[in-house]
Structures are given as C-alpha cells and as structure tokens.
C-alpha cells in the first residue's frame, strides 16, 4: 500500500484539484492522510466536501489538524500515522496525472536497488524535465521535487528535518545518499504544480537567474549555504 501524505496550509482554492488528481489514479491500493498545518482558510469544509466520493472509493482517509509548525513538522505528523509500505508526500498544490502511482511504483518494482522514484513535472506552464539520478548532480544542488515515491524501509528514522525552512527535500535526499539509498528517474512527466501566481514554495532554479534582486530568492541562497554546511558540500 502506498501512503500519500499531504501537508496543507491555506490552499483550499486549489486543494480540490489535488484530490481529484489522487481519486482518479488507476493504482488503488493507497490511504490519504492529511494534515491541516494552521490553515486560516476553509481547507477543512474542502476536505469534508470530499469524504463521500473518498468513503465511495474505499479509500482510507485520515485527517488531522495542527497549529502552524511548518510542511517538514505536519509530514512527520502525517508518516507517525501512516502504514503504507511506499510513502508519496504530496503537496497541496500538485496535481497527479492518473497514472503516477502505477507508474512509479512500477519503477521501483524494476529496480529494486532504487529507494525512491521521481520524475519530471510541470511548474505552471513550465516544464521542469528533470535527469537521471547522479550524486554529484545531487550535491551540486536541488533538482528532485517533494513528490517521489519513496521505500517506507529506506525512509530515515529521522523523518524530515524541521529545523530546515527551505530546501527540506534536498535536504532529504542528500541524508538518504549518506545512508546509502539512491533514486531512479521516470521519464515523464507526472504531476504539475499549481505556483499560484508567486514564487512557489519549491523554488524553480530558474528563479535565481530571472528574480536574483528578491528577498525571497536572497533567503533561498542563504538556505542553501546551510544545508551545504550541514552535509559538508
């Protein structure tokens, strides 16, 4: 079974999109666990709008709520109450194509060596087409979004970091390859991403080249000197 794991804060405009995306998947062995991070809005009436078509799919949902603590604390919240043997942290702005789980989980079903699957996607209209697994490509920077399927067994005891506010997926993947675990790439493109008119919380690198005066993108440089400093890069 496959457990997705979706932190959620204010994105309730958006978030029925992401749940359409999970209900039409063709794989159906999954459980949805969702963890409202402080929302201000109304994602808990989105959620409950959804429990019937979820209860008709014979899918396990769970749902929790949280005072703001960050996505890397309401993951770990979410993963404390998971079962699935493969894990997929979904943000709530990303919509799956239909055959996503199937496809990644087929990935890793053909390699066995591999601890997560990830593949390229689109961030608005921009397709991020993304590279086979390397580790220098990896320690040179970001390139593996949030949303690969991932080996419960290969998942650090660790769980996410939460002291880290940005970059928490480089972040990691690079605790996975100091522990020995690497990915494998899919080549297709397997879910999109709702930037929401802004700067998304995952930045494109794209970014640092078009938008190098904003603050946002100065405390996106700042995070990635900490996270060098902390895997010695």
């Not at 159906?28 to 809005?41: A, F, L, M, R």
């Not at 970001?142 to 928490?168: C, M, V, Y």
Request: hydrophobic residues 40%.
């Amino acid at each position: 079974m496959i457990s997705i794991i979706i932190p959620v804060y204010n994105r309730a405009k958006i978030f029925g999109k992401t749940l359409e995306a999970i209900l039409k998947q063709t794989y159906k062995d999954y459980e949805i666990i969702i963890v409202n991070d402080g929302s201000k809005d109304n994602v808990e009436a989105v959620v409950e709008s959804f429990v019937p078509k979820i209860k008709e799919a014979n899918i396990s949902l769970q749902y929790f709520k949280q005072p703001n603590q960050g996505a890397p604390a309401a993951r770990n919240n979410g993963f404390r109450h998971s079962s699935g043997n493969y894990l997929l942290f979904c943000d709530a702005d990303a919509e799956l194509h239909p055959e996503m789980l199937e496809t990644l989980l087929q990935a890793l079903s053909d390699h066995p060596e591999a601890s997560y699957a990830y593949s390229s996607f689109l961030w608005g209209k921009k397709l991020f087409k993304l590279e086979p697994f390397s580790e220098n490509r990896l320690k040179s920077g970001p390139f593996i979004h949030t949303s690969a399927l991932i080996r419960r067994t290969d998942f650090p005891s660790s769980g996410w970091d939460e002291s880290i506010k940005k970059f928490q997926d480089w972040n990691l993947w690079l605790t996975m390859l100091e522990q020995g675990h690497q990915g494998i790439f899919v080549d297709q493109v397997l879910y999109k991403i709702d930037p929401g008119g802004t700067i998304s919380n995952w930045l494109p690198s794209f970014a640092y080249k078009i938008f190098p005066f904003l603050p946002a993108v100065k405390k996106y440089k700042k995070a990635m000197e900490i996270i060098k400093q902390k895997h010695n890069l």
